[in-house]
């Protein structure tokens, strides 16, 4: 019976703590570095500010974050492939496998994956649940080097990307250079791994048809039930987060994504007492307090991420939420914290 984790409940990766083991990391000084009880390694399942604590701390107990990472993504034994992973594993091809890891991420918080194929790219951008923030280094950098991995093993061939960005530091470049076979950008605007969109198109050896028979209706049932506990305006929220950057979300696109018409939409959220033109401008009015507490984005980055082109639309809007101007927001709210 597959399990739900609700948006503050994570499932731990099984065979983590035997995997940080083989690499020369006591899992007791991971579990004390992020001051947590002893008895957390028997937890199957954690809170999200747990989850992140035991990643922080074994970023932290690491020498080199990119070193780390790539071992642990590495040595990852497929057999020990949690349900959500085996899907994407035993898939048809590498552009199935890539798909279903987005759709059954949304079991797994607090990451989500967004995959764009336009000319000869595929991006893959990791986007965090939580607006302004990023999580830790080093989830982030096995999150994307994964996605490379499963690839590698399915298909059974050498697959390089074509570029990684990495909003943070995550080590040694060359490190991450020499696994990824392509240039690695730092203090980028994203975590995103960019592919070569034909290698989307090979045959995976691992693909078992019979398996995928078993598994996907339950996961697609665990997944119906997941998004039948959270409220409709939560989900449209929630999918509103995930295609701001760089654009406006448009109402016919949230109800394509949703299967419904825009119609039946707005009918939906007028029945939650609220309308689509109010959760975006909640939306953005949200992500905007929490960019501009990371005083590492300028004004210019902030008015993209929330899905304005230009800063003058955005200090207009920001002046109507909040009755000031974003400068003098962020200049009290550092003060105050």
């Given at each position: 019976?597959?399990?739900?984790?609700?948006?503050?409940?994570?499932?731990?990766?099984?065979?983590?703590?035997?995997?940080?083991?083989?690499?020369?990391?006591?899992?007791?000084?991971?579990?004390?570095k992020a001051?947590?009880?002893?008895?957390i390694m028997?937890?199957?399942?954690?809170?999200?500010?747990?989850?992140?604590?035991?990643?922080?701390?074994?970023?932290?107990?690491?020498?080199?974050?990119?070193?780390?990472?790539?071992?642990?993504?590495?040595?990852?034994?497929?057999?020990?492939?949690?349900?959500?992973?085996?899907?994407?594993?035993?898939?048809?091809?590498?552009?199935?496998?890539?798909?279903?890891?987005?759709?059954?991420?949304?079991?797994?918080?607090?990451?989500?994956?967004?995959?764009?194929?336009?000319?000869?790219?595929?991006?893959?951008?990791?986007?965090?649940?939580?607006?302004?923030?990023?999580?830790?280094?080093?989830?982030?950098?096995?999150?994307?080097a994964f996605?490379?991995?499963?690839?590698?093993?399915?298909?059974?061939?050498?697959?390089?990307?074509?570029?990684?960005?990495?909003?943070?530091?995550?080590?040694?470049?060359?490190?991450?250079?020499?696994?990824?076979?392509?240039?690695?950008?730092?203090?980028?605007?994203?975590?995103?791994?960019?592919?070569?969109?034909?290698?989307?198109?090979?045959?995976?050896?691992?693909?078992?048809?019979?398996?995928?028979?078993?598994?996907?209706?339950?996961?697609?049932?665990?997944?119906?039930?997941?998004?039948?506990?959270?409220?409709?305006?939560?989900?449209?929220?929630?999918?509103?987060?995930?295609?701001?950057?760089?654009?406006?979300?448009?109402?016919?696109?949230?109800?394509?994504?949703?299967?419904?018409?825009?119609?039946?939409?707005?009918?939906?959220?007028?029945?939650?007492?609220?309308?689509?033109?109010?959760?975006?401008?909640?939306?953005?009015?949200?992500?905007?307090?929490?960019?501009?507490?990371?005083?590492?984005?300028?004004?210019?980055?902030?008015?993209?991420?929330?899905?304005?082109?230009?800063?003058?639309?955005?200090?207009?809007?920001?002046?109507?939420?909040?009755?000031?101007?974003?400068?003098?927001?962020?200049?009290?709210?550092?003060?105050?914290?």
């Amino acid at each position: 019976m597959l399990t739900l984790q609700s948006s503050n409940r994570i499932k731990m990766p099984v065979g983590f703590w035997e995997g940080i083991r083989q690499l020369g990391i006591v899992p007791h000084d991971v579990v004390r570095k992020a001051r947590l009880p002893l008895t957390i390694m028997n937890e199957s399942v954690v809170s999200t500010i747990q989850y992140l604590a035991i990643w922080q701390a074994y970023s932290d107990l690491i020498d080199d974050t990119a070193k780390g990472m790539i071992k642990l993504a590495t040595s990852f034994d497929s057999n020990h492939y949690p349900p959500t992973v085996l899907v994407a594993y035993h898939a048809r091809d590498y552009r199935d496998a890539l798909k279903r890891m987005a759709r059954y991420k949304q079991l797994c918080p607090p990451e989500s994956l967004r995959i764009t194929e336009e000319g000869e790219d595929c991006t893959i951008d990791l986007e965090w649940s939580y607006p302004g923030q990023s999580g830790p280094p080093m989830l982030v950098g096995i999150t994307l080097a994964f996605l490379l991995e499963l690839g590698r093993r399915g298909t059974g061939q050498p697959i390089t990307a074509k570029l990684v960005e990495f909003t943070h530091a995550m080590g040694d470049v060359q490190t991450l250079e020499d696994y990824f076979g392509c240039c690695i950008q730092i203090g980028a605007k994203r975590n995103r791994l960019t592919l070569h969109r034909g290698d989307l198109d090979r045959h995976f050896t691992s693909y078992n048809l019979e398996l995928l028979e078993i598994l996907t209706p339950l996961l697609d049932q665990s997944l119906n039930e997941h998004q039948h506990n959270r409220s409709f305006t939560e989900m449209v929220k929630w999918m509103m987060k995930r295609s701001l950057a760089g654009g406006r979300p448009d109402i016919q696109t949230i109800a394509s994504e949703l299967g419904m018409s825009d119609r039946t939409l707005q009918r939906r959220l007028t029945n939650e007492c609220t309308s689509f033109k109010h959760l975006l401008a909640q939306v953005r009015q949200d992500q905007a307090r929490a960019y501009l507490a990371d005083p590492s984005l300028d004004m210019k980055d902030i008015a993209f991420l929330i899905g304005y082109e230009d800063q003058n639309s955005f200090y207009r809007a920001f002046h109507l939420w909040e009755g000031d101007t974003p400068s003098n927001w962020r200049a009290k709210h550092i003060e105050t914290n």
